[in-house]
């Protein structure tokens, strides 16, 4: 069961194609606050479950394993559920690459 | 393993770690895709270089590393992702954790960090099955062996030749904490490779007084190639 999870176990960074067709921002650099634990962490960081074929992606905080975002893709529609965060800070675009 | 120089025109350019998604369409309108990192230096010629492992059972990338010709077009998306990147003003000490194809993301890094100038050092620990199977090997043994602040160490898992002195088994707490700048000097860390190594290496790391928002990793898992 430990072994079977472990190796379903993603990086949120491998989600930056999904989220690319929900935001115009890059998601795997935002920062958010997981409404479990509070953790505050960049999404990129975060725990991911998803296969290639899966029909969406869970996204799981790494302090406390709680959900911080569903993303559900199908019907032609995408759904995204973000009820385990808190908040989510996105570097302006009109900023970043700047530095 | 096979790596594939590709023109991109109207390419924005990358960020050194990024990656870019591949999609393939077959004749009946059946499409799939997969993910892969970006193994060459940020450039400004509308090129990109892909590394392809070849997965038997994979649905793409057996097409990649076999049948895929010079002058044949592919959709690709990207560049993706900006968190699991490295550029020269985030400077070091550098420190990369790699396992298999995870190498490739580092490359992009360790390339930018020769094509820059930039001397911030670096130390790769890289594990591969046997010695035929360590990627950029000859650019590996260059980096390593030419004072360019880039200290490189392979461990051989299964297969070693007879005359290997170096390591040889999976990457554990102990080959970390022998290879691993101090927690004080603030490394900042790239793990990258299959799920269990990068676990292992990342917990082992914390483990170490390594500080996590520093180590950013990148799992494989079970991607089906």
């Known amino acids: 069961m430990e072994m079977h999870e472990q190796q379903l176990r993603l990086d949120g960074n491998a989600a930056a194609g999904m989220f690319e067709d929900l935001f115009v921002h890059d998601v795997t650099s935002a920062r958010g606050a997981c409404a479990a634990c509070g953790a505050v962490g960049e999404m990129g960081a975060q725990h991911l479950y998803m296969t290639p074929l899966s029909p969406g992606a869970v996204l799981r905080c790494t302090s406390c394993g709680g959900i911080l975002m569903v993303i559900v893709h199908a019907g032609g529609r995408f759904r995204l559920a973000l009820q385990g965060l808190v908040w989510l800070e996105m570097q302006d675009a009109a900023v970043a690459g700047s530095g | ?225």
């Open chain 2, 1 to 225: 393993m096979r790596s594939l120089d590709l023109a991109v025109p109207g390419w924005p350019g990358h960020r050194a770690g990024q990656h870019v998604d591949v999609r393939l369409t077959a004749d009946d309108g059946y499409q799939t895709q997969r993910s892969y990192s970006i193994a060459s230096a940020p450039s400004t010629d509308e090129r990109l270089t892909l590394t392809v492992e070849r997965l038997d059972d994979g649905e793409v990338s057996p097409y990649l590393a076999g049948e895929l010709r010079a002058g044949d077009k592919l959709e690709l998306r990207g560049p993706i992702g900006g968190y699991f990147v490295w550029e020269p003003a985030a400077g070091g000490p550098l420190l990369f954790v790699a396992g298999g194809s995870g190498i490739c993301p580092l490359m992009a890094m360790l390339r930018l960090r020769q094509a820059a100038m930039s001397t911030v050092p670096a130390r790769l620990l890289y594990s591969s099955r046997s010695l035929e199977d360590v990627i950029y090997r000859d650019e590996l043994d260059r980096l390593g062996s030419t004072g360019s602040g880039v200290e490189v160490m392979l461990t051989l898992t299964r297969e070693q030749p007879g005359t290997w002195n170096g390591l040889r088994r999976r990457i554990d707490s102990e080959m970390l904490h022998a290879v691993a700048w101090p927690p004080a000097e603030q490394p900042l860390i790239f793990v990258c490779g299959p799920t269990p190594l990068v676990e292992t290496a990342a917990n082992a790391l914390v483990n170490l007084g390594h500080e996590p928002a520093r180590i950013k990793t990148e799992r494989f898992g079970p991607t089906g190639g």
